[in-house]
């Protein structure tokens, strides 16, 4: 854990900032957008160790709690997200290092018609006085040159091979579902700007959550747990399918997922999984009595939205996080079982593509996505992400197009 020995939080309502992304000074800024509205933060003011193990959501809890509860905190506003915010950024596997969890310095926030700014710094800081003027707009990243691409950790047949032995494992009664992932790594001349790509994506699929945090950038349509006050809300994807330029053509593939055996068994796995693990914490739970239709840019999902409400203030959005993740949607059933199959079969470290990524608040509301559609950006190289549900009626040459497809969204946002 690292901070000053003395910081002061000050929220101030601003006028509405305009496109949050102009505000961003330089590439290590933090970002995390729904339809134009959400938090976008510069700076460093305080940074907590995530430990490895599967209490590791508890133990950053508590040491957050022990940061924020330090900060001498003005906040007349009074809603998620306005005070002193941490962004969030884990790993996968809950036994990998790397997990992020930062108080940024300055934080602008947009949602609901109203716009507010927060600066966190030491006693003193010229800022605190007057948080209104650190607003300034910055000049676009300068785009990178033409992307060359570098392969894959693990290469098409050997993945397909991973796929036929994940099917053989469910035929074997060793697990119900299995996620197994892939990579794609591209290059370029001159580093990679994740503002850049985050405002590529933020225009192309502004449904989805866009995130940047600490070299992770995506766009997730999957939200793994809001915290409003009591109120918790999670969203549910499984099951894919490609769009279509054509309507009718589009509405076939849609229709045709909807009525797929084989991907509505895999999206009552993810559901099932949400509804287990919030049930313990929630005084109601409920769920869409079936699944829709999220239509994106590029894909279109099976999707169902979980809503209830904490029997207690106790669970944050980070230990509710931690509750959820590793859902069914990127892991499997039973758990444990599913990791273990993954750890065996993929050949791949995640690092926190598929893990829990948002922001949190002192008064423990926040928002958690899982980090899907992603990338991890190391100056002029990249790593692309994606993942295909194995179920045991899964088709390794339909899993290997599905990843295909899903991989297209941040291919497109580093080509540009």
């Known amino acids: 854990m690292t901070?000053?020995?003395?910081?002061?939080?000050?929220?101030?309502?601003?006028?509405?900032?305009?496109?949050?992304?102009?505000?961003?000074?330089?590439?290590?800024?933090?970002?995390?957008?729904?339809?134009?509205?959400?938090?976008?933060?510069?700076?460093?003011?305080?940074?907590v160790a995530v430990p490895t193990g599967w209490q590791r959501t508890g133990q950053a809890r508590e040491a957050l709690a022990t940061v924020l509860d330090a900060v001498a905190t003005d906040d007349p506003i009074a809603m998620p997200g306005t005070g002193p915010v941490a962004f969030a950024s884990l790993?996968?596997?809950?036994?990998?290092?790397?997990?992020?969890?930062?108080?940024?310095?300055?934080?602008?926030?947009?949602?609901?018609?109203?716009?507010?700014?927060?600066?966190v710094a030491e006693d003193g800081d010229p800022r605190l006085a007057d948080p209104a003027r650190v607003v300034e707009a910055h000049a676009p990243p300068v785009p990178h040159d033409r992307v060359r691409y570098a392969g894959s950790g693990l290469a098409e047949l050997r993945w397909l091979d991973a796929v036929a032995a994940a099917t053989k494992s469910i035929a074997d009664g060793e697990v119900d579902k299995v996620v197994l992932a892939r990579d794609r790594i591209v290059w370029a001349r001159a580093p990679f700007d994740p503002r850049l790509l985050v405002r590529r994506l933020a225009a192309r699929f502004p449904s989805c959550y866009t995130f940047a945090v600490d070299g992770l950038v995506g766009a997730t349509p999957e939200l793994l747990a809001r915290r409003w006050g009591r109120a918790v809300t999670s969203r549910v994807l499984a099951g894919s399918a490609p769009r279509a330029a054509d309507a009718e053509t589009d509405a076939a593939h849609g229709a045709a997922l909807r009525g797929s055996a084989k991907d509505v068994a895999e999206h009552a796995f993810a559901v099932d999984s949400v509804r287990a693990a919030l049930a313990p914490v929630l005084a109601d739970l409920t769920a869409d009595a079936e699944p829709w239709l999220l239509r994106l840019a590029n894909v279109q999902h099976l999707a169902t939205d979980v809503h209830g409400t904490l029997a207690d203030d106790a669970e944050d959005v980070l230990?509710?996080?931690?509750?959820?993740?590793?859902?069914?949607?990127?892991?499997?059933?039973?758990?444990?079982?599913?990791?273990?199959?993954?750890?065996?079969?993929?050949?791949?470290?995640?690092?926190?593509?598929?893990?829990?990524?948002?922001w949190v608040d002192a008064r423990g509301d926040g928002e958690l996505g899982i980090a899907l559609r992603c990338a991890e950006v190391d100056g002029a190289r990249a790593r692309l992400f994606a993942g295909a549900g194995i179920v045991a009626a899964s088709l390794p040459e339909d899993e290997l197009e599905e990843t295909r497809l899903k991989l297209r969204a941040m291919a497109s946002a580093v080509e540009g």
């Open 91 to 119: 790993t996968f596997d809950p036994e990998r290092a790397g997990s992020r969890l930062v108080v940024p310095e300055v934080v602008v926030g947009r949602r609901d018609g109203r716009a507010w700014l927060t600066v």
């Open 3 to 47: 901070m000053p020995r003395t910081l002061r939080a000050r929220t101030v309502a601003i006028d509405d900032p305009g496109d949050l992304l102009d505000l961003l000074p330089d590439p290590s800024a933090r970002v995390w957008l729904h339809e134009g509205e959400g938090l976008v933060a510069t700076g460093t003011a305080a940074s």
């Open 319 to 358: 230990s509710l996080g931690g509750r959820l993740h590793p859902t069914a949607a990127v892991c499997g059933t039973p758990t444990l079982e599913a990791l273990e199959v993954i750890r065996r079969l993929e050949h791949l470290d995640r690092g926190r593509y598929a893990g829990p990524v948002g």
